[in-house]
């Protein structure tokens, strides 16, 4: 893809990351889901009083957008850091739950995960780098 399709994808990241509900961590997280046909879905993490209903900024960006009728997405721009902080923040990995969430809907060999820090400086990571033999819907059918 282009450069500009993944720093619009940053800036969407970092964007979602000033609505994170965060009072537990204080650790703020946002992200941008692109779906095959042009659209970007946005998430950030929200934690709860009780600890484990919190729900990280990637799912909640596939969440909105598989409760919208997607199923087929290229890349998710993942930005996060101490709330309050500035750019640029370190890079944010997903966690093991996002990974293996993103494994249901994506190709583990195409799917790309761009950990932002700002807008012009990020990674890009393939799914099945980060989750290596992974567990899909191809192993149940
Ligand atoms: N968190 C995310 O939203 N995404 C990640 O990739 C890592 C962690 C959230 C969960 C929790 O609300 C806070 O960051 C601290 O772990």
Excluded: W
Aim: aromatic share 10%.
């Amino acid at each position: 893809m282009e450069k500009e399709f993944y720093e619009d994808l940053c800036k969407k990241a970092l964007k979602a990351r000033e609505m994170s509900y965060c009072p537990y961590s204080d650790f703020a997280v946002g992200a941008a889901l692109a779906s095959d046909d042009g659209s970007v879905y946005t998430g950030c993490n929200i934690e709860n009083a009780a600890f484990t209903p919190g729900n990280c900024a990637e799912r909640t960006a596939f969440f909105k957008a598989v409760s919208e009728g997607k199923r087929k997405f290229l890349a998710i721009a993942i930005a996060g850091g101490r709330k309050g902080a500035k750019v640029p923040l370190d890079e944010c990995p997903p966690c093991g739950v996002c990974r293996q969430v993103m494994m249901e809907f994506c190709d583990p060999k195409t799917f790309e995960i761009v950990l932002a820090r700002s807008e012009h400086d990020y990674r890009i990571c393939l799914l099945g780098d980060l989750l290596p033999l992974g567990f899909g819907p191809g192993n149940i059918s």
